[in-house]
């Protein structure tokens, strides 16, 4: 026997002997995973968003970010982190992706549902006369501004229609305060030819309670546009739950 044919033949003995074994993991869902998102699933083309708590609304929406696994265990720790399905989808990418389980493509689904909600919100009242679609205003702005970390300042721009002509953001800031310039809601007034205003900001704290400094800025823009002409309608304080209007509390009297 050759050295070769030697080889070969240990080679075949020590295979037998040892066989080896590959074992490959499961690709499949599991039985209950799987049926416990279809069952989800047809719970909401049957009746609808209304037809699921934020738990079960909140799983639909990760279940196409993680696939063949329970997500449960992590939505239940972003809704205790961050209180309910709109405090979710609305909180800063950064701060999502410190929470365990939280990956780039959850994100991703997070802020998608996010951005549509904010569209679909928006086309209710860009063009139309703002007066009397006030309601759809004030659920623009809190599916927009409720759960914001910091305080920003919108201004709604309209025409002499009242129709909305643009929404912009003219300030930014910290937890507690925003920096407001008049001069500069004026220049971008008659940049946009604007013939009234609704200024916006939020209380990140929740309260919507108007603080003497909203009411200073309040005055201050209403001092600044008069003499062009530019009326300012209103100014809502949006907080967590609800808002508060300054006309609506009478509050724009002490402005003036």
């Not at 993680?66 to 405090?87: A, E, T």
């Not at 997070?110 to 004030?138: F, G």
């Not at 600044?224 to 304080?237: C, E, M, Q, R, S």
Request: include cysteine; hydrophobic fraction near 40%; proline fraction near 6%.
């Amino acid at each position: 026997m050759t050295d070769h044919t030697l080889h070969r033949g240990l080679t075949r003995t020590s295979c037998a002997e040892q066989p080896v074994l590959f074992s490959f993991p499961s690709t499949r869902e599991p039985p209950y995973v799987k049926g416990h998102r279809q069952r989800l699933r047809d719970r909401f083309i049957r009746g609808g968003a209304e037809a699921l708590p934020d738990y079960e609304l909140l799983e639909l929406v990760i279940f196409r970010a993680i696939s063949r696994q329970d997500v449960k265990p992590l939505v239940y720790r972003l809704l205790k982190q961050f209180g309910d399905f709109n405090g979710v989808i609305s909180a800063p990418r950064d701060v999502l992706l410190l929470q365990k389980g939280v990956t780039d493509r959850v994100v991703q689904e997070l802020k998608v549902v996010e951005a549509a909600a904010h569209r679909l919100a928006y086309a209710q009242i860009i063009d139309k006369p703002i007066l009397s679609s006030w309601s759809s205003l004030l659920k623009y702005c809190q599916t927009t501004l409720a759960h914001k970390p910091v305080e920003e300042f919108r201004v709604f721009f309209l025409d002499r229609k009242n129709r909305l002509i643009a929404d912009e953001r003219l300030g930014r800031g910290t937890i507690d305060h925003v920096p407001v310039y008049p001069r500069e809601i004026v220049k971008r007034a008659l940049q946009l030819d604007a013939s009234a205003l609704i200024l916006v900001h939020n209380h990140p704290s929740g309260d919507p309670t108007p603080s003497p400094q909203d009411i200073d800025i309040t005055r201050k823009v209403i001092e600044a546009t008069g003499p062009l002409g530019i009326i300012v309608h209103d100014h809502l304080v949006i907080g967590k739950s609800k808002e508060i209007s300054f006309r609506s509390e009478g509050l724009m009297d002490r402005t003036v």
